[in-house]
C-alpha cells in the first residue's frame, strides 16, 4: 500500500511560482511512475504531468507545457510539481498519483494506483 500527500497550496496572484509536493510512504517509491492531475470546479479531472521512475522522461498536458516542471528526489520519496507563470485557468485541486505496474500510458488516470487527497490551487486575477 502506498499513501500519498499532497502540500504547497493555497491561494496564488496570477503570474505566480508555487511548488506543489507530494511524500509518498513505502520503500518502493523509486520503481513508481508518478503523475500529477487536477480537477477544476464542474470539470473532469485530467492529466497535469508526470514523471518516469527514472526521472529521464517527462509528460505535460499542452496547457501547461512550458510554465510547469515535474521532478523526483526518490532519496526523499518525492515529487515535486513547479508552476510558473500560473492563470487563473490554473485554479484547481491537484492530485498526485502512483503507477506502481510501470504502465507506458502516464497520461491518463486508469494508469494510476493509488492517489493522494489532493491539494487546492486558487489563482486570483
Known amino acids: 500500500q502506498v499513501q500519498l500527500v499532497e502540500s504547497g497550496g493555497g491561494l496564488v496572484q496570477a503570474g505566480g511560482s508555487p511548488r506543489l509536493s507530494c511524500a509518498a510512504s513505502?520503500?518502493?517509491?523509486?520503481?513508481?511512475?508518478m503523475g500529477w492531475f487536477r480537477q477544476a470546479p464542474g470539470k473532469e479531472r485530467e492529466f497535469v504531468a508526470a514523471i518516469s521512475w527514472t526521472g529521464l522522461s517527462k509528460y505535460y498536458s499542452d496547457s501547461v507545457k512550458g510554465r510547469f516542471t515535474i521532478s523526483r528526489d526518490n532519496a526523499k520519496n518525492t515529487v515535486y510539481l513547479e508552476m510558473n507563470s500560473l492563470k487563473p485557468e490554473d485554479t484547481a485541486v491537484y492530485y498526485c498519483?502512483?503507477?506502481?505496474?510501470?504502465?507506458?500510458?502516464?497520461?491518463?488516470?486508469?494508469?494510476?494506483?493509488?492517489w493522494g487527497q489532493g491539494t487546492q490551487i486558487t489563482v486570483s486575477s
Open positions: 498519483a502512483a503507477d506502481a505496474t510501470g504502465s507506458r500510458n502516464l497520461r491518463v488516470e486508469r494508469t494510476y494506483n493509488y
Open positions: 513505502g520503500r518502493t517509491f523509486s520503481n513508481y511512475n
